[in-house]
């Protein structure tokens, strides 16, 4: 058997490999070697995240930093090298899947010896590894920097070339398996929103007509805004819990999520927002209008319109507003009115009140409102269950790639077949 990691004298990432005796550990320098090459200002920029690895900019999807001068200063990156960037210690050193230059304050390093670069890629995503990193970092900033100086003289496991690539195989098919679900899951999702938008316009919302108003059943009334809304503009609540407008979750706590929103500092001068209320938020000419079902405030720069008493009386109305003002459809009604020519353009009140609004029957707001309780109560069950999934992948990796657990030398390569129906968490209790 060889030495477990806490008889090393400068580590306390512990491994107790109790499986196997064929797994060396040896330091962290004589596995890894440091790449500090430079001078390759034509190769395309990379971005180092948690959710995806090194990937190249132009596909990540989201806005970062660009560099747009002194490219030349930039390192290099070769395809299967790692990145330490500068939160890794909290979400693990990530894999490059791709050649390019990234910023020269991170630290790049490579295999010397003949691995499964794979198989490194899940290690330093495991808990055990990130709570080393964090035993490695310096600098006082909530972004601190991991000091490879340090993790250099640590010691990690290098088993067999061929269990490493047993490893990655099998966790590579757990991995697809979860995502596989989770993709399932959501195109359940997909389904039922798309039985309420087909509701929301009747056949007609999949045809081609010539006015707006024509995409609605011809029996419905239809207003301008201002006969059915009346705006909110309350201020001076400051004991209101602050919220804030989503595109996804609509109108939330801002205590109660992870995103960071700019915070405000004096709250006299925010607008109240009540349950029931609409927000027209600066980007809502993207996203449509947000309904609250919370009571707090918000940006002074946000509108707020609730139903007139005469509509409330129509049980259930506000959802199916919830779901017009949230389609394609209004959403290129909304651009047409849109005032302002920065990128947050604005919507206010005067835009949205001549808008015409269609005012649909009882029985359209009842089956609208019946699909709104099945999509909240799916989404809810499938949110848990892809916690879930996801967590269990997680303790598999950390014991597979630990030695903790042997991965099967045999295992099922049959295809991945995996219900769209929401299910019990207590089905999912193994991987």
């Known amino acids: 058997m060889k030495p477990t990691y806490n008889k090393y004298k400068n580590s306390d990432f512990i491994y107790t490999n109790q499986i196997t005796d064929d797994w060396e550990y040896i330091k962290f320098k004589y596995l890894f070697e440091e790449r500090k090459t430079k001078g390759f200002p034509n190769e395309p920029l990379l971005v180092a995240s948690q959710d995806k690895g090194v990937v190249l900019k132009d ?24 990145v330490i960037s500068l939160r890794s210690f909290e979400g693990g050193i990530e894999i490059s899947y791709e050649r390019g230059i990234i910023s020269p304050a991170y ?28 035993t490695c970092v310096t600098g006082i900033r909530e972004g601190q920097n991991i000091d490879y100086n340090i993790i250099k003289d640590e010691y990690i496991p290098i088993p067999p070339i061929e269990t490493q690539n ?38 007609k919302g999949q045809q081609e007509v010539k006015e707006w108003e024509d995409l609605f059943d011809k029996n419905w009334e239809i ?39 700019v915070t405000a500092t004096q709250t006299d001068g925010l607008k109240l927002v009540c349950n029931g209320d609409f927000v027209i938020s600066l980007r809502s000419f993207e996203g449509g209008i947000e309904l609250s079902e919370v009571q707090g405030i918000t940006s002074p720069a946000y509108t707020m319109f609730y139903l007139k008493d005469e509509y409330k009386k129509l049980k259930n109305l506000k959802y199916y507003y919830k779901y017009l003002f949230k389609s394609s459809q ?46 909240v109560d799916t989404k809810n069950l499938i949110k848990k269950e892809n916690e879930l999934s996801k967590n269990l992948l997680s303790t598999l990796i950390e014991n597979v790639v630990t030695g903790k657990l042997q991965a099967p030398k045999s295992f099922e390569k049959k295809p991945i077949t995996i219900s769209k129906a929401a299910e019990p968490a207590t089905t999912y209790k193994t991987l």
């Open 59 to 82: 596909s990540y999807g989201r806005r970062t930093t660009t560099a747009t001068k002194d490219l030349h200063l930039l390192k290099l990156v070769h395809k299967r090298d790692f």
């Open 107 to 134: 630290t790049v390093f490579f295999p010397k010896k003949n691995v499964n670069s794979y198989y490194y890629k899940h290690l330093f995503k495991s808990h055990s590894f990130i709570a080393l990193l964090k």
């Open 330 to 375: 209004f959403i290129g009604l909304l651009n047409t009115v849109v005032s302002g020519i920065r990128e947050g353009k604005n919507i206010s009140f005067r835009d949205f009140r001549d808008l015409k609004i269609p005012i649909p029957d009882q029985k359209t707001i009842d089956s609208i409102y019946k699909l709104h309780i099945k999509l």
């Open 166 to 203: 047993l490893i990655v195989a099998y966790l590579d098919r757990k991995e697809r398996q979860i995502k596989k679900f989770i993709r399932n899951k959501r195109e359940l999702l997909s389904l039922t929103e798309n039985q309420l938008y087909a509701l929301v316009f009747g056949t």
């Open 223 to 261: 207003k301008k805004g201002k006969w059915i809304f009346n705006e909110r503009n309350i201020k001076n609540h400051p004991n209101e819990r602050l919220l804030a407008a989503t595109q996804s979750r609509g109108l939330v706590f801002k205590d109660e999520i992870e995103e960071n929103y």
